[in-house]
């Protein structure tokens, strides 16, 4: 169990660029979530799958954001024409649904900085 | 809605306990966790509670109140590896609702 990996670990890029980050879950974990967060503020839920269905979106997630987990296992999350707003860490966790506590495990998250 | 709150900030000894306190108010309730994140990493999953009560795991406690909204970690024997973030979390049918964490400085 290599735990949850996410890539790349920092992105710089310029205002009106697309971005897209990487997010591999644990291996036998079937849930995956994308998560926001801003410096001295809790992460804030962005999308889920289940397995390969992404089932919510959060109103915070723009038109310009997009989120895909094409084969049940690991997922791409891609912002086009970022903004500097858009600056955050962009967190990934996965959790295995058993009908029980379903603890999810994040990933060390993607670093994005639009200058 | 949630609603999580948390205190921003706690100072304490090495060696000491702290208690830190998450009140909440959510339209659903799955279980309260707590997390553990340093500065710049991911968070690190530390206690569930889903049941009113509390669950020991070494050196850290956590308890529930769900009647009352209320939740606490409790931290004993503090090292210095224990200064960190402290995040409150309530699972809706799926998703998890942050507090904005506290953070713990444990001073020498």
């Known amino acids: 169990d290599t735990g949850v990996s996410q890539n790349p670990r920092h992105k710089i890029t310029k205002r009106g660029q697309n971005v897209t980050f990487r997010c591999d879950p644990i291996?036998?974990?079937?849930?995956l979530y994308w998560y926001r967060q801003t410096l001295g503020q809790g992460p804030e839920f962005l999308t889920y799958?289940?397995?390969?269905?992404?089932?919510?979106k959060s109103r915070l997630l723009s038109d310009r954001f997009s989120a895909e987990r094409p084969k049940g296992s690991f997922s791409t999350l891609e912002i086009q024409r970022t903004e500097q707003g858009d600056s955050a860490m962009y967190l990934c966790?996965?959790?295995?649904?058993?009908?029980?506590?379903?603890?999810?495990?994040f990933g060390p998250g993607t670093r994005l900085t639009v200058l | 809605g949630q609603n999580i709150d948390q205190p921003t900030e706690m100072t304490a000894t090495e060696g000491a306990i702290v208690q830190i306190n998450c009140t909440y108010q959510?339209?659903?309730?799955?279980?309260l966790f707590w997390y553990q994140q340093h500065a710049g990493e991911a968070p690190t999953f530390l206690s569930y509670?889903?049941?009113?009560g509390l669950e020991e795991k070494g050196r850290f406690s956590s308890f529930l109140s769900r009647s009352k909204g209320y939740s606490y970690l409790l931290l004993k024997e503090l090292q210095m590896k224990d200064s960190a973030s402290y995040l409150c979390?309530?699972?809706?049918?799926?998703?998890?609702?942050f507090g904005a964490g506290t953070t713990v400085t444990v001073r020498a």
């Open positions: 959510t339209s659903g309730f799955n279980g």
């Open positions: 966790a996965s959790s295995l649904e058993t009908g029980g506590g379903n603890t999810q495990y």
């Open positions: 291996s036998e974990h079937n849930r």
């Open positions: 799958f289940q397995n390969e269905a992404q089932l919510e």
């Open positions: 509670n889903v049941l009113d």
């Open positions: 979390a309530v699972r809706g049918d799926y998703k998890l609702s």
